[in-house]
């Protein structure tokens, strides 16, 4: 009987709980809110943590074989190509600040000689930036 009773008063309170969930903010108690703000919070803590358990438990240790290095080859070539084009790019936008200074200085104009310089600088550091990828090969 003591165990029928503690059943019963556990599923009312859970009841009640369910019934609290679903009332309107208004109708409930400060009490009655603070404990329903409490448990969405113990819902989203315990879903948070399942997820963190689920995706610690998914890790797996995978090794690569040993392989020819065509694949590293490749991508190098393909970066190499890349970072010659950028490096093209940015004197080209380099070349086009130096025009607008030059045409800024032809028409006395402020704003133009620094939309000029603006361009010619960001130009030549995108050459730059292009230019230090060898620092970065292995």
């Known amino acids: 009987m003591r165990l029928y009773n503690a059943i019963k008063n556990k599923f009312d ?3 009640a709980e369910v019934k609290e969930d679903w009332a309107p903010a ?3 108690t400060e009490q009655q809110r603070d404990a329903r703000r409490m448990r969405h919070i113990n819902k989203i803590a315990f ?3 399942a ?4 995706m610690s438990a998914m890790g797996v240790t995978a090794f690569a074989a040993d392989g020819g290095g065509e694949g590293v080859e490749t991508f190098n070539t393909v970066v190499e190509f890349i970072v010659d084009w950028v490096a093209r790019i940015g004197l080209v936008i380099g070349f086009i600040g130096a025009v607008q200074f030059a045409m800024g200085f032809k028409d006395d104009s402020a704003d133009g000689k620094t939309r000029g ?3 010619l600088a960001s130009g030549f550091i995108v050459f730059a930036v292009a230019k230090a990828y060898d620092m970065f090969k292995a």
Do not use: I
């Open 13 to 15: 309170k859970k009841v």
């Open 26 to 28: 208004d109708k409930l």
């Open 47 to 49: 879903g948070a943590y």
């Open 51 to 54: 997820v963190m358990m689920a």
């Open 117 to 119: 310089l603006m361009c």
